[in-house]
């Protein structure tokens, strides 16, 4: 069984910065790719970033792009996104997903173990 923690959400102003946490923890193997989507309110899921634990392989939703980092600490079996420039659109619950993705990085049905999500508010 594999459990996913998700913390570091809260409010923030325009142009400030966030970190967001992800410990993943339980049977994991060297394949797990570790994802994070976010969910506005009256709006689809979407993906945000993707990595895979030892790093080879790491992707951006093209509006974060050069604004938010992700990385993995794998001593701490975490993974961090660092928001940079938040914007009030970045207003989500951001939810971390861990899994062995087949086809694509981007899909939340290639994950299947889910965290229960932090909030992101951005004012402006």
């Known amino acids: 069984q594999v459990q996913v923690t998700e913390s570091g959400g809260g409010p923030v102003q325009t142009g400030g910065s966030l970190r967001l946490s992800c410990v993943v923890s339980?049977?994991?193997?060297?394949?797990?790719?570790v994802a994070w989507f976010r969910q506005a309110p009256g709006k689809e899921r979407g993906f945000v970033a993707a990595?895979?634990?030892?790093?080879?392989?790491?992707i951006y939703e093209n509006s974060v792009k050069g604004r938010f980092t992700v990385s993995a600490d794998t001593s701490r079996s975490t993974m961090y996104l660092q928001m940079n420039n938040l914007k009030p659109e970045d207003t989500a619950l951001y939810s971390c997903?861990?899994?062995?993705?087949?086809?694509?990085?981007?899909?939340?049905?290639?994950?299947?173990?889910w965290g229960q999500g932090t909030q992101v508010t951005v004012s402006s």
């Open positions: 997903a861990a899994g062995s993705p087949r086809s694509s990085f981007r899909s939340p049905m290639e994950y299947g173990y």
């Open positions: 990595t895979t634990w030892d790093a080879t392989s790491t």
């Open positions: 339980g049977r994991t193997n060297s394949n797990y790719a």
